[in-house]
């Protein structure tokens, strides 16, 4: 697309399959939701099917498969390697298992104080509101619950999600997800957004939706009136390769945009769609002309039917490498893997600190430039002391992490069993007190918070 295309509900985007359909009626999202292919006859109409899709296509057990006629049409119908057509068509592939792949890999199942909601982070909840989705991505990290018609959250589980933020006063962001959030009827979002936002202690509330990727058309004037009412509210959308972005999801982020919502983009790396430097410098270049941020770059998690499509690491941070410095800093995601097991997003990057002593940084810059930074030899962290202690604490602590080891809030982090494995009775023969635990209290250095702890006196 180029830099002045311009921005109406003209129709772009279209197969000739579908050149017969009146323009209203292809614009109606309605329409498009209920013309979805899902079976290797309606496939085939489209596209020319590979064995390999009419074998997964016929698979028992596959990952609900639906595509809307807007995004089918942007797939090649002659090349099976095209990007669009690997993230939402099956191939056997998906139906081959690999080693370390798990149901739930992010334990989210584990962090659900009610049904829907993901609790894991200290100020901020994950809300799934429901498991339908427009269009199936085959890499899907919910594939356990999403496109399930017969898993969905009903009006009690709002009920209980929104009980749950109203009394945890800690929350302060509420993400909504699914499946996707733009799939349910625009009155029930109205009134989900409405009661959260009547929560005093809940500051934002985001969206994740790809609706406006394989939908635009839902994302009309109605809707981000609708969305106004309600900010501040943040919208990220899900596009992986520049080919992805047609007028028609130009549009829909000019609407959002225009209703003055902050618009960010979540990719994921995939294998053989956009794990290259160039793909990820274009992608993000797209992004930001139609205002979008780009803001998390995954690395494919461990789920079921995503194998083939992993990458490896590295491959992640080469990408980085070659985003950040060589573009606009507001084009560079910030690459993350989602730990296995529900450790959260840890983020991934290349190094740029090559030594330190005390004094002096070593950095180097994106074209191999070495520099030196002096820290200055004065600077006194307790100056801002005073200031900091009228920011009231975390209300539920023990999420401080290595901050808290920073801060001096304790000394260590030991895995679990740690205590028991290194508890040989040594301690009580060679020290003459009991009190072992009071003489390893950390000592609170580089503490800005709390004071340094007293130093026990020698025992005479
Ligand atoms: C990704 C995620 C969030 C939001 O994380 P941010 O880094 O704040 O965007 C919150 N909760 C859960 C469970 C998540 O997976």
Request: net charge negative; proline share 8%.
């Amino acid at each position: 697309m180029s830099k002045a295309e311009p921005i109406t509900d003209t129709v772009y985007t279209r197969a000739p399959f579908w050149n017969d359909v009146p323009d209203a009626k292809w614009m109606d999202w309605r329409w498009q939701m209920s013309h979805r292919l899902n079976s290797v006859d309606e496939l085939a109409q489209v596209i020319n099917l590979t064995e390999s899709e009419r074998k997964a296509l016929s698979a028992n057990d596959l990952f609900r498969v639906d595509i809307t006629p807007y995004f089918a049409s942007l797939m090649d119908p002659d090349d099976p390697n095209c990007p669009v057509r690997k993230q939402i068509v099956p191939t056997e592939a998906e139906l081959v298992p690999f080693h370390s792949m798990m149901e739930d890999s992010l334990a989210e199942d584990k962090h659900s104080p009610v049904p829907g909601l993901v609790h894991r982070y200290p100020d901020r909840v994950l809300m799934l509101v429901t498991t339908q989705c427009a269009s199936y991505c085959r890499y899907c990290t919910r594939s356990r619950i999403v496109g399930d018609p017969t898993q969905t959250f009903s009006r009690t589980d709002f009920d209980a999600q929104i009980e749950y933020i109203e009394q945890t006063p800690q929350i302060r962001d509420v993400l909504l997800s699914g499946g996707d959030p733009l799939t349910i009827a625009p009155k029930t979002v109205d009134m989900i957004l409405a009661r959260l936002r009547a929560i005093p202690h809940l500051e934002i509330i985001r969206i994740g939706s790809r609706v406006p990727v394989f939908l635009p058309m839902r994302v009309n004037q109605q809707f981000t009136d609708m969305l106004e009412k309600y900010h501040p509210l943040w919208l990220n959308i899900h596009v992986n390769h520049p080919k992805e972005i047609a007028p028609e999801l130009a549009a829909a982020c000019e609407r959002l945009a225009k209703a003055g919502v902050p618009l960010g983009n979540q990719s994921v790396l995939l294998a053989g769609v956009n794990d290259s430097v160039r793909i990820q410098r274009k992608l993000a270049h797209e992004l930001v002309k139609i205002r979008v941020r780009p803001y998390y770059l995954y690395q494919c998690d461990l789920v079921e039917g995503a194998g083939h499509l992993r990458t490896s690491v590295s491959k992640g941070i080469e990408i980085m490498e070659g985003l950040r410095g060589h573009t606009s800093g507001y084009a560079v995601p910030t690459y993350v893997v989602d730990a296995p097991g529900g450790g959260g997003k840890i983020p991934v990057a290349p190094n740029y600190v090559i030594a330190q002593s005390p004094g002096k940084v070593v950095l180097r810059n994106f074209e191999g430039f070495i520099t030196t930074y002096s820290e200055p030899l004065d600077y006194d962290p307790h100056a801002i002391l005073d200031q900091e202690s009228r920011i009231e604490p975390r209300l539920e602590p023990g999420q401080e992490g290595i901050h808290g080891l920073l801060q001096g809030q304790r000394m260590a982090i030991e895995p679990a069993g740690f205590e028991d494995v290194h508890a040989r009775g040594g301690a009580e023969h060679r020290l003459r007190s009991g009190d072992v635990k009071q003489k390893w209290q950390p000592l609170g250095v580089g503490s800005i918070e709390s004071k340094p702890a007293q130093l026990t006196e020698p025992e005479e």
